[in-house]
């Protein structure tokens, strides 16, 4: 039986999104001398959602399944509605060029894909040193989730089921 799970960014990964906030607002506050105030707030709003962002971003695993919650959006899913949890490696954008960035992705049944909240991880600036433990957990949680919705056969194998039927 899988023990319920909360995974949420790191105090690092929060204090690095609220230290490249302030830079942002640092570097546009010399806009403001005559300057429409949508100008000046425009360029806020990107880290002020991803400092927002960090805080909320929460993902939680139980034997019933995955939920995750976001700025946005909330999502439950069982275990048996997933048919792939992955990682996806990606370097970064602008400054961040050379920053190889890991995220957890999960792959529904009907192929639609969502990206995890939390955990992920960024090589130098936000790493988080205990990503591949919470990426095992989850897909421990995972595999006991679908062994647990699994049907149990009684009598012939799954395979011995599917010849007799073919035989007919």
């Known amino acids: 039986m899988v023990t ?22 640092v570097l546009t506050t010399g806009l403001t001398a005559g300057t429409p105030i949508y100008v000046v707030l425009a360029p806020l709003l990107l880290p002020a959602y991803i400092v927002v962002a960090s805080y909320v971003g929460s993902t939680r695993i139980d034997e019933h399944g995955l939920r995750t919650r976001s700025v946005w959006r909330r999502r439950t899913h069982a275990w048996a509605d997933m048919a792939d949890i992955n990682t996806t490696r990606f370097n970064g954008i602008g400054v961040a060029r050379s920053e190889t960035m890991t995220r957890v992705g999960v792959t529904l049944s009907d192929w639609r894909r969502f990206k995890l909240p939390a955990p992920d991880s960024a090589r130098r600036l936000a790493d988080d040193p ?7 957990a989850i897909r421990g949680a995972w595999h006991v989730g679908l062994a647990a919705a699994a049907p149990v056969h009684r009598g012939r194998s799954h395979h011995a089921a599917r010849r007799a039927r073919r035989s007919r």
Do not use: C, E, I, N
């Not at 205990?130 to 095992?136: G, I, N, P, Q, T």
């Open 4 to 25: 319920g799970s909360t995974f949420a960014y790191t105090p690092r990964q929060r204090w690095v999104s609220l230290g490249s906030a302030l830079l942002v607002a």
């Open 130 to 136: 205990d990503f591949d433990r919470k990426l095992a």
